[in-house]
Protein backbone atom coordinates (compact mmCIF):
# COMPACT_ATOMS: atom_id res chain seq x y z
CA UNK A 1 0.00 0.00 0.00
CA UNK A 2 1.32 3.36 -0.59
CA UNK A 3 2.41 5.78 2.07
CA UNK A 4 0.55 9.22 2.48
CA UNK A 5 0.57 12.07 4.06
CA UNK A 6 -0.75 12.15 7.39
CA UNK A 7 -2.71 14.83 8.79
CA UNK A 8 -1.78 17.82 11.37
CA UNK A 9 -3.53 17.21 14.54
CA UNK A 10 -4.12 21.32 14.90
CA UNK A 11 -4.11 23.92 13.04
CA UNK A 12 -1.07 25.73 10.74
CA UNK A 13 -1.36 28.81 13.01
CA UNK A 14 -1.25 27.16 16.71
CA UNK A 15 2.00 26.91 17.28
CA UNK A 16 2.63 30.67 16.64
CA UNK A 17 4.34 32.47 17.58
CA UNK A 18 6.77 30.32 18.04
CA UNK A 19 6.58 28.74 14.79
CA UNK A 20 4.85 30.75 12.32
CA UNK A 21 1.95 28.90 9.91
CA UNK A 22 3.05 29.75 6.73
CA UNK A 23 6.43 27.74 7.69
CA UNK A 24 3.83 24.97 8.86
CA UNK A 25 2.14 25.17 5.99
CA UNK A 26 5.14 25.12 3.49
CA UNK A 27 6.69 22.39 5.88
CA UNK A 28 3.89 20.10 5.80
CA UNK A 29 2.25 19.90 2.72
CA UNK A 30 4.70 20.79 0.07
CA UNK A 31 8.53 19.08 1.96
CA UNK A 32 6.59 16.05 3.79
CA UNK A 33 4.46 15.72 0.82
CA UNK A 34 7.39 15.74 -1.60
CA UNK A 35 8.92 12.57 0.95
CA UNK A 36 5.70 10.86 1.00
CA UNK A 37 5.64 11.08 -2.96
CA UNK A 38 9.34 10.46 -4.10
CA UNK A 39 9.25 7.46 -1.63
CA UNK A 40 6.26 5.78 -3.47
CA UNK A 41 8.37 6.46 -6.43
CA UNK A 42 11.79 4.79 -5.42
CA UNK A 43 9.56 2.04 -4.25
CA UNK A 44 7.03 1.01 -6.79
CA UNK A 45 7.50 -2.58 -8.65
CA UNK A 46 10.17 -3.35 -5.84
CA UNK A 47 10.42 -5.79 -2.96
CA UNK A 48 10.72 -2.89 -0.66
CA UNK A 49 6.73 -1.71 -1.88
CA UNK A 50 4.62 -3.98 0.92
CA UNK A 51 7.30 -2.90 3.96
CA UNK A 52 6.05 -0.82 6.77
CA UNK A 53 8.35 2.53 7.24
CA UNK A 54 9.62 0.79 10.62
CA UNK A 55 11.10 -2.32 8.63
CA UNK A 56 12.73 -0.17 5.90
CA UNK A 57 14.22 1.78 8.39
CA UNK A 58 15.61 -1.24 10.39
CA UNK A 59 17.59 -2.83 6.91
CA UNK A 60 17.96 0.78 5.43
CA UNK A 61 21.70 -0.22 3.61
CA UNK A 62 20.09 -2.55 1.54
CA UNK A 63 17.75 0.45 -0.31
CA UNK A 64 18.73 3.14 -3.02
CA UNK A 65 19.61 6.22 -1.24
CA UNK A 66 16.11 7.55 -2.75
CA UNK A 67 14.68 5.30 0.24
CA UNK A 68 17.00 6.43 2.90
CA UNK A 69 15.95 9.76 2.24
CA UNK A 70 12.43 9.80 1.28
CA UNK A 71 11.73 7.35 3.44
CA UNK A 72 13.56 9.26 6.47
CA UNK A 73 12.27 11.88 5.33
CA UNK A 74 8.36 10.60 5.93
CA UNK A 75 9.45 8.68 9.54
CA UNK A 76 10.85 11.60 10.70
CA UNK A 77 8.39 13.86 10.00
CA UNK A 78 5.42 11.88 10.71
CA UNK A 79 6.79 12.18 14.33
CA UNK A 80 7.83 15.70 14.10
CA UNK A 81 4.10 16.78 13.69
CA UNK A 82 3.11 14.84 17.07
CA UNK A 83 5.16 16.16 18.94
CA UNK A 84 4.67 19.37 18.59
CA UNK A 85 1.78 20.92 20.05
CA UNK A 86 -0.06 24.32 21.04
CA UNK A 87 -0.35 23.20 25.16
CA UNK A 88 2.72 24.12 26.05
CA UNK A 89 2.84 21.38 28.88
CA UNK A 90 5.94 19.77 30.84
CA UNK A 91 6.82 16.56 31.69
CA UNK A 92 5.69 14.09 34.69
CA UNK A 93 5.63 11.22 35.67
CA UNK A 94 7.79 8.27 34.23
CA UNK A 95 9.02 10.33 31.79
CA UNK A 96 10.23 13.54 34.39
CA UNK A 97 11.87 11.04 36.21
CA UNK A 98 13.47 9.32 33.10
CA UNK A 99 14.51 13.15 32.29
CA UNK A 100 16.50 13.26 35.77
CA UNK A 101 18.10 10.08 35.93
CA UNK A 102 19.60 10.43 32.69
CA UNK A 103 20.36 14.56 32.52
CA UNK A 104 19.76 15.63 35.81
CA UNK A 105 17.13 18.40 34.94
CA UNK A 106 14.84 19.33 32.41
CA UNK A 107 16.93 22.60 31.20
CA UNK A 108 19.97 19.97 31.91
CA UNK A 109 18.17 17.85 28.29
CA UNK A 110 17.17 20.84 26.19
CA UNK A 111 20.44 22.10 26.86
CA UNK A 112 22.04 18.81 25.21
CA UNK A 113 19.51 18.39 22.75
CA UNK A 114 20.02 22.40 21.21
CA UNK A 115 23.83 21.46 21.35
CA UNK A 116 23.13 18.40 19.51
CA UNK A 117 21.20 20.63 17.00
CA UNK A 118 23.33 23.58 16.68
CA UNK A 119 26.60 21.36 15.88
CA UNK A 120 24.79 19.29 13.47
CA UNK A 121 26.48 20.37 10.08
CA UNK A 122 24.26 21.53 7.71
CA UNK A 123 20.86 19.56 8.00
CA UNK A 124 19.83 16.53 9.97
CA UNK A 125 17.53 16.36 12.79
CA UNK A 126 18.62 16.06 17.14
CA UNK A 127 16.82 13.15 18.75
CA UNK A 128 15.74 12.26 22.22
CA UNK A 129 15.85 8.40 22.26
CA UNK A 130 15.17 5.48 24.12
CA UNK A 131 18.19 3.20 24.32
CA UNK A 132 18.41 -0.09 25.92
CA UNK A 133 15.79 1.46 28.73
CA UNK A 134 17.37 4.59 29.11
CA UNK A 135 17.37 8.11 27.54
CA UNK A 136 20.13 9.43 25.64
CA UNK A 137 20.89 12.71 23.04
CA UNK A 138 22.03 11.87 19.68
CA UNK A 139 21.96 13.64 16.19
CA UNK A 140 21.87 12.37 12.42
CA UNK A 141 22.73 14.14 9.08
CA UNK A 142 20.27 14.66 6.14
CA UNK A 143 17.26 12.58 6.45
CA UNK A 144 18.87 9.76 8.40
CA UNK A 145 17.01 8.57 12.44
CA UNK A 146 18.41 5.92 14.84
CA UNK A 147 15.82 3.61 13.59
CA UNK A 148 18.33 3.09 10.51
CA UNK A 149 20.67 -0.03 10.36
CA UNK A 150 23.40 2.60 9.18
CA UNK A 151 23.17 4.63 12.12
CA UNK A 152 25.57 5.70 14.48
CA UNK A 153 23.89 5.93 17.64
CA UNK A 154 20.89 3.43 17.57
CA UNK A 155 17.74 4.22 19.45
CA UNK A 156 14.04 4.87 19.42
CA UNK A 157 13.13 8.43 18.73
CA UNK A 158 10.83 9.85 21.01
CA UNK A 159 11.42 12.95 20.44
CA UNK A 160 12.92 14.79 17.30
CA UNK A 161 13.65 18.52 16.27
CA UNK A 162 13.97 19.24 12.28
CA UNK A 163 17.05 21.75 12.19
CA UNK A 164 16.65 21.45 8.03
CA UNK A 165 17.02 25.47 7.19
CA UNK A 166 13.50 24.72 5.76
CA UNK A 167 11.89 24.61 9.34
CA UNK A 168 13.01 27.75 10.40
CA UNK A 169 14.44 29.81 7.97
CA UNK A 170 11.26 32.36 7.33
CA UNK A 171 10.90 33.12 10.99
CA UNK A 172 14.61 32.94 12.04
CA UNK A 173 16.23 33.12 8.67
CA UNK A 174 19.91 31.77 9.94
CA UNK A 175 19.89 31.83 13.52
CA UNK A 176 19.33 28.20 14.69
CA UNK A 177 19.82 28.99 18.38
CA UNK A 178 17.14 31.20 18.52
CA UNK A 179 14.64 28.64 16.81
CA UNK A 180 15.78 26.09 19.38
CA UNK A 181 15.21 27.85 22.29
CA UNK A 182 11.65 28.75 21.06
CA UNK A 183 10.60 24.80 19.97
CA UNK A 184 10.31 24.23 23.59
CA UNK A 185 7.49 26.40 24.23
CA UNK A 186 5.56 24.17 21.95
CA UNK A 187 6.23 20.28 22.73
CA UNK A 188 3.63 18.21 23.46
CA UNK A 189 4.95 16.33 26.37
CA UNK A 190 2.00 14.11 26.80
CA UNK A 191 3.25 12.89 23.02
CA UNK A 192 6.46 12.24 23.80
CA UNK A 193 5.54 10.30 27.38
CA UNK A 194 3.20 7.96 25.18
CA UNK A 195 6.08 7.37 22.93
CA UNK A 196 8.56 6.44 25.92
CA UNK A 197 6.01 4.34 27.54
CA UNK A 198 5.46 2.13 24.01
CA UNK A 199 9.95 2.43 23.56
CA UNK A 200 10.41 0.87 27.16
MN1 LIG B 1 11.73 19.17 7.62
Redesign the pocket.
Known sequence: MAHTLPALGYAFDALEPHIDALTMQI?HDR??QA?VDNLNKALAGTEGEGKSLEELMANISKYPAAVRNNGG?HW??TL?WEILGPSGSQPSGALADAINAAFGSLDALKEKMNTAGTTRFG?GWAWLIVKDGKLDVCSTPN?DNPLMDIAEVKGTPILGI?V?E??YYLKYQNKRPDYLGAIWNVINWDAVAAKFEAAK
Do not use: M, V
Open positions: HHHYGNHFSQDWHA
